[in-house]
């Protein structure tokens, strides 16, 4: 089990969703040709490392922060701006990633400084003030960002749609520079998960779990825990940069809606909650469903409140309007943080953690 | 606990009264005010910014109050501060001949039941929120902020379902539109309004704080919770009704806020949040003279910098914080050891 680094679902069932959720995304663009498929499965590969990167600060240190979609934005944004203004190049791909990820990691250390110092409920209000600044920043500084209309820029031929690798008439499907920019994102996002997992089953991560369970017991046995906070925050930030840039390349377009905005943050704690916090392999399940349900549980909702509203109940309507979709999620997050903390994972695996 | 404490024979110690955080802002007045060029312009963004003071302290001071007594981070007071806001809308908009009379009792007549209404709802759903929501996660720090949070999402959504998305206007009655004339400067009259609601409410506290029982009660709670439950007094009634005067506090704010804007909008609970968290983290989690200092520190802050630089007015707030926390990294007057 090495690339797994010891860590195994533990469950049959588990194991086969695993198997299965892989399997599917690995072969998505054969499996399901055609733009929108491929965009969920890509979203999908985008969540599960970004949560898995989360579940490192939530599940395994047990602090909350509010500031992770702003780590995604910064990486984002890096790849946004360096392509846009130096041109569809590979070397602007390396320069943005080589400024954002340290960008990140510095970030997190200094608030991290600041913070973490005192206790953990300090780090979650002001990573929230941060995060929120960030947000204003981005959208006013708009020589540099393009403010709320964003910045859309093009890719390196190589991953543009028009690049044909192997026409339609050959497999059934045409593999052309989109399918690449899929394969990059999920290798990508496969390659950051392990390493995640190689993260919290190393020494450091166990030490991490020992302060999430007891930060003084911790401390007494002779580990700083505020050292390995930080540190972790630090690592978390750098990897939710890395996926940041890879949904710009995806997308092809960076706007405060897209990396920013606070739903991204509710979309990942939710996630995070409902996958199992502190599993790793949550982060997979969570985010598969929860993709899926965003893509196609929004268009229920929509039939329900017109339904509602021929039928002529009041309200429903309203509450049901695929605008008011935060609402079932908030209602839905609220109901798993207190009656099913352990997550799909945990409750797989049985056993009460 | 240190070793003088213990020493019971001797009279206790009088805490050493800190003074340094009282003279920060006028410190910070002192800063700014050469940088303006009129006279006339620094009285009004001096004015300004106490009256933007007064409100975010009437909001925040029911946060820091909470937090103090019970270990609760409320991520849902941004919540009740929309709330507030929206109900005095339900009041004040079929009262609307009565907001634009140009009588002031008309006036006071409109606004005094709204007040009053909002306080109460946002009372009332502060003591839902506590046996409902709160209750089951009290000494669990990272669910009490995952389910506030939830919380504050749900409430929004609330609104805008009830609402609608849109802006609903709210003008000021017709008796404190305009300003007072000091030779140059105009003062508008909400704006002094606001100082004095303001300076009542945080008076008020303190009085209720230092001269009451139930002061000294809140006071010891905030010291020693289960000291407080062994001596016979029953905590739950005491964390319900202050988390009850906590979010009529935050209600009261809304409904300032909203007639200072003269708009309300469901997004503001959660914008208004974030400038409360800094404040109360400014003047230290369950500080409320702290909070006082903080308010006004964020809110003159704003005002000058909105003035001297208005891109650099985005951040201020951050600023002001990270220097306020490297020189006291609790905050101004940290009152727990939590």
């Known amino acids: 089990m090495m690339p797994l680094s010891g860590d195994p679902p533990r469950s049959r069932i588990l194991s086969a969703a695993l198997v299965l959720i892989v399997l599917t995304l690995a072969l998505a663009p054969f499996l399901f040709p055609g733009a929108k498929p491929l965009n969920v499965a890509a979203k999908v590969c985008i969540f599960i490392a970004l949560a898995a990167s989360y579940d490192l ?226 982060a997979i399940v969570g985010g598969t469903l929860y993709v899926l349900a965003q893509n196609y549980l929004q268009t229920l909702m929509g039939t329900v409140s017109t339904a509602a509203g021929e039928a002529g109940i009041p309200i429903l309507p309203q509450l049901f309007h695929p605008d008011r979709w935060l609402l079932w999620l908030g209602l839905l997050f609220i109901l798993s943080v207190y009656f099913f903390p352990t997550g799909i994972v945990g409750k797989l695996r049985g056993g009460s953690s | 606990m240190s070793a003088q404490d213990m020493d019971v024979g001797a009279a206790l110690p009088k805490t050493p009264r800190d003074f340094v955080p009282l003279l920060l802002p006028i410190a910070l007045a002192l800063v700014a005010l050469p940088f303006i060029p009129s006279t006339s312009t620094r009285i009004t963004l001096t004015i300004a910014g106490l009256a933007m003071g007064m409100m975010i302290f009437v909001m925040a001071s029911g946060l820091t109050l909470i937090f103090g007594l019970m270990d609760v981070l409320n991520f849902g007071h941004g919540a009740f501060i929309a709330v507030g806001a929206y109900v005095a809308t339900l009041v004040l908009i079929p009262l609307a001949a009565w907001m634009q009379a140009d009588s002031v009792w008309l006036n006071l007549a409109a606004v005094v039941p709204a007040v009053l209404f909002a306080m109460a709802v946002t009372g009332a759903l502060g003591l839902a929120f506590e046996r409902v929501v709160i209750m089951p996660v009290y000494g669990q720090h990272l669910k009490q902020i995952l389910i506030t949070m939830g919380g504050m999402i749900v409430a929004e959504q609330i609104l805008y379902a009830f609402f609608g998305p849109q802006q609903i206007p709210l003008p000021l009655p017709a008796s404190l539109r305009g300003s007072f004339q000091f030779g140059e400067a105009a003062i508008e009259k909400y704006r002094v309004v606001c100082v004095v609601v303001g300076l009542m409410v945080y008076f008020a506290m303190l009085a209720i704080l230092n001269r009451t029982k139930i002061g000294l009660l809140i006071r010891a709670g905030v010291e020693n919770t289960e000291m407080v439950e062994a001596l016979g007094y029953r905590i739950t009634r005491l964390f319900v009704g202050v988390f009850m005067a906590g979010s009529a506090l935050a209600g009261l704010g809304g409904v300032m806020w909203a007639l200072y804007r003269e708009q309300v909008n469901a997004s503001m609970g959660s914008e208004l949040l974030v400038l409360v968290f800094i404040v109360v983290i400014i003047g230290g989690l369950g500080s409320v003279t702290g909070c006082f200092i903080g308010a006004l520190l964020v809110a003159l802050a704003t005002n000058y910098a909105g003035f001297l630089v208005p891109k650099l007015a985005l951040v201020t707030d951050i600023m002001l914080m990270v220097v306020i926390l490297l020189w006291r990294p609790r905050g101004l007057y940290p009152v727990t050891s939590r």
């Open chain 1, 57 to 282: 600060l939530l599940g395994y240190t047990g602090v909350v922060s509010f500031a992770h979609t702003m780590f995604y934005g910064i990486g984002s944004y890096g790849i946004a701006i360096s392509l846009y203004s130096l041109g569809s190049r590979w070397d602007a791909i390396g320069l943005g990633l080589l400024v954002a990820l340290p960008t990140a990691a510095l970030l997190a250390l200094v608030i991290g400084l600041f913070s973490l110092r005192v206790q953990t409920i300090f780090f979650a209000m002001i990573t929230l003030a941060v995060a929120s600044a960030f947000a204003v920043l981005a959208s006013q500084l708009s020589w540099l960002t393009g403010g709320e209309d964003g910045r859309s820029f093009r890719v390196p031929e190589l991953l543009q749609p028009g690049t044909v690798f192997i026409p339609r008439d050959v497999l059934g499907v045409a593999v052309n520079g989109r399918t690449l920019t899929y394969y990059i994102v999920f290798v990508c996002c496969v390659l950051l998960f392990l390493l995640l997992l190689r993260v919290v089953n190393s020494p450091f991560g166990r030490v991490l779990q020992a302060i999430r369970e007891n930060p003084f017991r911790a401390e007494a046995l002779g580990y700083r825990t505020v050292l390995h906070r930080i540190l972790a925050n630090c690592i978390a930030a750098a990897a939710a940069a890395a996926v940041g840039a890879l949904n710009a390349l995806w997308l092809r377009y960076t706007g405060p809606d897209t990396s920013l905005s606070f739903s991204i943050m509710l979309d990942i704690l939710l996630i995070v909650v409902i996958g199992g916090m502190g599993t790793m392999y949550g």
